[in-house]
T-cell receptor, first 115, second 115 residues
Framework: GDSVTQMEGPVTLSEEAFLTINCTYT??????LFWYVQYPGEGLQLLLK?????DKGSNKGFEATYRKETTSFHLEKGSVQVSDSAVYFC??????????????FGKGMKLTVNP | DTAVSQTPKYLVTQMGNDKSIKCEQN?????MYWYKQDSKKFLKIMFS???????INETVPNRFSPKSPDKAHLNLHINSLELGDSAVYFC??????????????FGQGTRLTVV
């Protein structure tokens, strides 16, 4: 079945450090790819997405590019802030119409950014 | 104006009890989901409903029974609660039919603790 593998962490960085969170996927077709973020005590929020190969998703200084050849969707940010401390989930979505699509998540990576 | 709201936010109950978690979405989406997040933050789908019809039913014990009275609501009833049911349960919704988008919106989560 479909699966997502991502760095698990936890990771601790200093403010303004460069962040990369690796994510690779296995899928039978052409999934949409997502990064979700979960701030402490909150639900999941969509951070960015890409729906086809070579698409780049970006939001709040984060970027990720859909690489079909390497089946990857790595998340990057050039300069992290304390407010980026959260758990980050890579996910894919694939399936037929009518609700049988489902999000398949990686295991999540906890990021702590220190001032 | 919350897009996906679930109640209660916290639920502490004794083993053997029956409890329900309610979820409502005001986004006009046709598909709703329940996900379970375990103590290690791993997220796994439990159920999905499309236009009130059960579409996805992962390997979840029979004690868990979802009910969708209409497209905007998806409740989760759990019978004979066990210690292992302790987790955070997330409701989510997305639009999978006409005017499909690929993004799922999540509620704030319900932290269930069985003692």
């Amino acid at each position: 079945g479909d699966s997502v593998t991502q760095m698990e962490g936890p990771v601790t960085l200093s403010e303004e450090a460069f962040l990369t969170i690796n994510c690779t996927y296995t899928a039978t077709g052409y999934p949409s790819l997502f990064w979700y973020v979960q701030y402490p005590g909150e639900g999941l929020q969509l951070l960015l997405k890409a729906t086809k190969a070579d698409d780049k998703g970006s939001n709040k200084g984060f970027e990720a590019t859909y690489r079909k050849e390497t089946t990857s969707f790595h998340l990057e940010k050039g300069s992290v802030q304390v407010s980026d401390s959260a758990v980050y989930f890579c996910a894919l979505k694939e399936g037929a119409q009518g609700g049988s699509e489902k999000l398949v998540f990686g295991k999540g990576m906890k990021l702590t950014v220190n001032p | 104006d919350t897009a996906v709201s679930q109640t209660p936010k916290y639920l502490v109950t004794q083993m053997g009890n029956d409890k329900s978690i309610k979820c409502e979405q005001n986004l006009g989406h046709d598909t709703m989901y329940w996900y379970k997040q375990d103590s290690k933050k791993f997220l796994k789908i439990m159920f999905s409903y499309n236009n009130k019809e059960l579409i996805i039913n992962e390997t979840v014990p029979n004690r868990f029974s979802p009910k969708s009275p209409d497209k905007a609501h998806l409740n989760l009833h759990i019978n004979s609660l066990e210690l292992g049911d302790s987790a955070v349960y997330f409701c989510a919704s997305s639009q999978e039919g006409r005017r499909k988008n690929t993004e799922a919106f999540f509620g704030q989560g319900t932290r269930l603790t069985v003692v």
